[in-house]
């Protein structure tokens, strides 16, 4: 629904690109994206990042347990500061996990435009076990 394309995912450097659709515009006449899409793809890359961290940390484990980790991941807070309107032909979503426990993992975000202005940043805490 998005367009996300994951770019890269690997432990230190988690980025997806999107590019605007008509269907995703909030305002037609300015051609902006809509704040629950930007949200929505912070949350995603947010949640990306985890997945690669949680790889990580079980690198040791076969890929179905692993996979079995995922399972249990959800949203369980998200916060999201929209600095500037989103306009702009495509964009990229980074995250990196400040935290990742037992139970709860934590994430920071970041949304840029094709000219690397600062859209939106986001902050979110994420179960994982």
Same mark, same amino acid.
């Given at each position: 629904?998005?367009?996300?394309?994951?770019?890269?995912a690997v432990?230190?450097?988690? *980025?997806?690109?999107?590019?605007?659709?008509?269907? @995703?515009?909030?305002?037609?006449?300015?051609?902006?994206?809509? $704040?629950?899409?930007?949200?929505?793809? @912070?949350?995603?890359? $947010?949640g990306?990042?985890?997945?690669?961290?949680?790889?990580?940390?079980?690198? &040791?484990? &076969?890929?179905?347990?692993?996979?079995?980790?995922?399972?249990?991941?959800?949203?369980?807070?998200? *916060?999201?500061?929209?600095?500037?309107? $989103?306009?702009?032909?495509?964009?990229?979503?980074?995250?990196?996990?400040t935290?990742?426990?037992?139970?709860i $993992? &934590?994430?920071?975000?970041?949304?840029?435009?094709?000219?690397?202005?600062l859209?939106?940043?986001?902050?979110?805490?994420?179960m994982?076990?």
């Amino acid at each position: 629904m998005l367009g996300l394309k994951i770019a890269r995912a690997v432990p230190g450097d988690v *980025r997806a690109t999107f590019a605007i659709r008509p269907e @995703l515009v909030g305002h037609a006449t300015y051609g902006r994206q809509r $704040g629950g899409v930007l949200s929505a793809v @912070l949350d995603a890359v $947010g949640g990306l990042a985890l997945m690669v961290g949680i790889g990580e940390q079980h690198a &040791n484990e &076969n890929t179905l347990q692993v996979m079995q980790r995922f399972v249990k991941m959800a949203t369980s807070d998200l *916060r999201v500061d929209h600095l500037r309107q $989103g306009l702009g032909q495509h964009f990229v979503a980074t995250a990196e996990p400040t935290r990742l426990g037992s139970r709860i $993992g &934590n994430t920071q975000m970041r949304l840029v435009n094709d000219e690397g202005v600062l859209i939106a940043t986001g902050a979110a805490a994420y179960m994982v076990g």
